[in-house]
């Protein structure tokens, strides 16, 4: 997997950057003059993980990040990047406890990044993206996903219903998600190696790639709410799934 530079800025993300995933912090950079003591965390957690901390002028800063509100604090943080979908796949033994989430042109990095830490708190194998119209790996996926962003693989594929085509070949089961359907996602039992698709934020899963999937789950909606951020729900899918795994176990 490769690694590209990028920099997060403020203290309560540089703090949680390194509470979280401190072995992708390269460097901090404090602006002279900052008080210590205003940072006397963030200086300690660095310290144990030992990462370096480097005083600079603020127009340092200003090269950095530009004319934001840094705080006086900016990390230079080295930012997983992609696996190639057919190289990832010859490498996998699927079982029933292998789930991938399928993003079917997530294009919000907020999104991306919450759908990333999500799937790796649920134990996710996998996030499979598509090559074109997918929110890119960025410093904002990055700084959103706090850190988690490269523990399990981002794999891109070049066309995703080609992608389900080939799970399907390695014995996957694959379920969209769908508001139409009348299959909750609790009413489904995931016994098999699964793979969760998660529509576009406004136009939902493309019409496509449902027809590709093998059942369609949705969630109840209640109040007149017509459907709930993709991000939410991956969550739930993602943790209905290893809700089960765990009653299994």
Same mark, same amino acid.
């Given at each position: 997997?490769?690694?590209?530079?990028?920099? @997060?800025?403020?203290?309560?993300?540089?703090?949680?950057?390194? *509470? /979280?995933?401190?072995?992708? +912090?390269?460097?901090?950079?404090?602006?002279?003059?900052? *008080?210590?003591? #205003?940072?006397?965390?963030?200086?300690?957690?660095?310290?144990? &993980?030992?990462?370096?901390?480097?005083?600079?002028?603020?127009?340092?800063?200003?090269?950095? +990040?530009?004319? +934001? &509100?840094?705080?006086?604090? $900016?990390?230079?943080?080295? *930012?997983? /990047?992609?696996?190639?979908?057919?190289? !990832?796949l010859e490498n996998i033994s699927p079982d029933q406890s292998t789930a991938v989430l399928l993003l079917d042109e997530i294009e919000d990095?907020?999104?991306?990044?919450?759908?990333?830490?999500?799937?790796?708190?649920?134990?996710?194998?996998?996030? @499979?993206?598509?090559?074109?119209? #997918?929110?890119?790996?960025?410093?904002? $996926?990055?700084?959103?996903?706090?850190?988690?962003?490269?523990?399990?693989? @981002? +794999?891109?594929?070049? &066309?995703?219903? *080609?992608? @389900?085509?080939?799970?399907?070949?390695?014995?996957? !089961?694959?379920?969209?998600? %769908?508001?139409?359907?009348?299959?909750?996602?609790?009413? #489904?039992?995931?016994?098999?190696?699964?793979?969760?698709?998660?529509? &576009?934020?406004?136009?939902?899963?493309?019409?496509?790639?449902?027809?590709?999937? %093998?059942?369609?789950?949705?969630l109840p909606m209640m109040n007149n709410v017509e459907s709930l951020n993709a991000s939410v729900s991956a969550a739930l899918v993602c943790y209905e799934w290893r809700r089960q795994k765990i009653q299994s176990?």
């Amino acid at each position: 997997m490769q690694n590209s530079n990028h920099y @997060i800025y403020g203290r309560n993300p540089v703090e949680e950057q390194l *509470q /979280e995933g401190a072995e992708n +912090v390269d460097k901090i950079y404090i602006r002279k003059g900052l *008080q210590h003591s #205003q940072i006397a965390n963030i200086l300690t957690l660095a310290s144990n &993980n030992r990462v370096p901390v480097t005083e600079v002028p603020g127009n340092k800063l200003y090269e950095l +990040v530009g004319g +934001v &509100n840094d705080q006086g604090i $900016v990390a230079s943080i080295s *930012q997983a /990047e992609y696996q190639e979908f057919e190289e !990832w796949l010859e490498n996998i033994s699927p079982d029933q406890s292998t789930a991938v989430l399928l993003l079917d042109e997530i294009e919000d990095p907020h999104n991306f990044g919450a759908i990333l830490r999500t799937a790796a708190a649920a134990g996710i194998t996998a996030v @499979i993206v598509p090559k074109h119209r #997918q929110a890119p790996v960025n410093a904002a $996926v990055f700084k959103t996903s706090a850190g988690t962003a490269g523990r399990i693989p @981002i +794999v891109r594929a070049v &066309n995703l219903n *080609q992608a @389900i085509l080939s799970l399907k070949e390695h014995k996957f !089961w694959i379920a969209g998600l %769908d508001q139409n359907s009348d299959t909750m996602v609790w009413d #489904q039992t995931y016994d098999v190696p699964m793979a969760f698709v998660i529509g &576009n934020e406004g136009r939902g899963m493309r019409k496509k790639t449902g027809e590709h999937c %093998d059942f369609l789950l949705s969630l109840p909606m209640m109040n007149n709410v017509e459907s709930l951020n993709a991000s939410v729900s991956a969550a739930l899918v993602c943790y209905e799934w290893r809700r089960q795994k765990i009653q299994s176990s």
